[in-house]
């Protein structure tokens, strides 16, 4: 998983055991008052109204459901707050476009900049020169190619989307011998993708009973689903389980599926979208669980470049300072846990 696994560090969870256990440590029974004093005295990002913050934030073109959920994401968090003034880009697939949108936000001189890059590696110039220009940016999910172009990098997790997607079908087909699975995977060319695979096969060498028989890339389309998905229902006569990598070109396989009168497996998606929310929740087909990769990420990339503009930390943590990455967990949705999640998917 190359560079996110390499900026995986600091989680809220991790740093919270950690500074927990450092409390744990002092010998005696009661905090002393100097430790007190200082736990007091740490600024937290909180609901409270302070320091007016202007976020610029710039985004690609929401042409998928899940890039329409992050800017609708960014932009209802940032409502929440009466100290927070946002100005969004149209947002643009095309490189050159957002990198002059990002540089009107510079002259604008935001307080802080929101980026999800269309090509991180490409906008990598456009964030350093940010950064350079005294603007804290918050890199959100695609990431930049150097940490010099950020002040923090919050994102998903796409290999761990392919593990915990691995291991699910895994439990589910342990006790069965000669176990074989599919793969409806992304486009190829994206590193998300082949972090999204490498994931699943790390979790599938867990279980040797499972073979993974046959993989189609395409292209987070409804089309492309359907028509990806037909080619490897008429090329594997059998088999136990499917993972489709995108819920939107999930939407397509599933029409495959059912044009194909095929029922004979389950199969787990990715993203969280609200209509596989809503399949698992009939459990009539054979959707039966999604991994997420939640777009909720935009608006906690608000709170923490509100907290950045406010000079802040974030509540729970100890630290003066915002973490310097934040990697989101890719939970596992079935319908043992469908409730909670509902209000989170996506159109």
């Not at 074989?180 to 995977?185: G, P, Y």
């Amino acid at each position: 998983m190359s560079q996110l696994t390499s900026r995986r560090g600091l989680l809220f969870g991790t740093a919270a055991v950690s500074a927990g256990a450092l409390l744990a440590g002092c010998t005696s029974n009661e905090p002393k008052e100097e430790e007190e004093r200082a736990a007091d005295s740490q600024p937290a990002a909180d609901d409270k109204p302070g320091k007016q913050v202007t976020i610029g934030f710039a985004g690609p073109q929401a042409d998928h459901g899940w890039l329409n959920a992050i800017n609708e994401n960014a932009k209802s968090r940032a409502e929440k707050y009466e100290d927070v003034t946002l100005e969004i880009t149209e947002g643009s697939n095309d490189t050159a476009a957002q990198i002059g949108q990002i540089e009107t936000l510079i002259n604008k001189k935001v307080d802080v900049l929101v980026i999800l890059p269309a090509d991180g590696k490409a906008l990598t110039q456009v964030g350093l020169k940010a950064m350079r220009a005294g603007i804290p940016v918050i890199n959100l999910d695609r990431i930049f190619n150097t940490p010099q172009a950020y002040r923090c990098w919050i994102g998903g997790d796409n290999y761990g989307m392919g593990l915990n997607a691995g291991h699910y079908i895994g439990e589910k087909l342990k006790d069965k011998s000669d176990a074989r699975v599919i793969e409806l995977a992304g486009l190829d060319n994206l590193e998300l993708t082949k972090q999204r695979s490498q994931g699943f096969d790390d979790a599938l060498k867990n279980y040797p009973n499972i073979r993974k028989v046959a993989r189609q890339a395409a292209e987070f389309t409804v089309e492309s689903g359907q028509a990806k998905m037909a080619q490897l229902l008429q090329a594997q006569s059998k088999f136990d389980a499917l993972w489709n990598h995108d819920d939107d070109q999930g939407v397509g396989a599933l029409r495959a599926i059912e044009q194909a009168g095929r029922d004979d497996f389950l199969m787990v998606g990715g993203a969280g979208a609200l209509s596989a929310f809503q399949a698992i929740e009939a459990d009539d087909g054979v959707l039966k669980a999604t991994v997420l990769y939640p777009p909720s990420m935009a608006a906690s990339a608000i709170d923490l470049a509100r907290a950045l503009g406010q000079g802040k930390g974030i509540g729970g943590l100890a630290e003066f300072e915002i973490p310097a990455s934040l990697t989101l967990y890719s939970a596992v949705v079935d319908k043992t846990n469908i409730e909670q999640y509902m209000s989170t998917g996506f159109k």
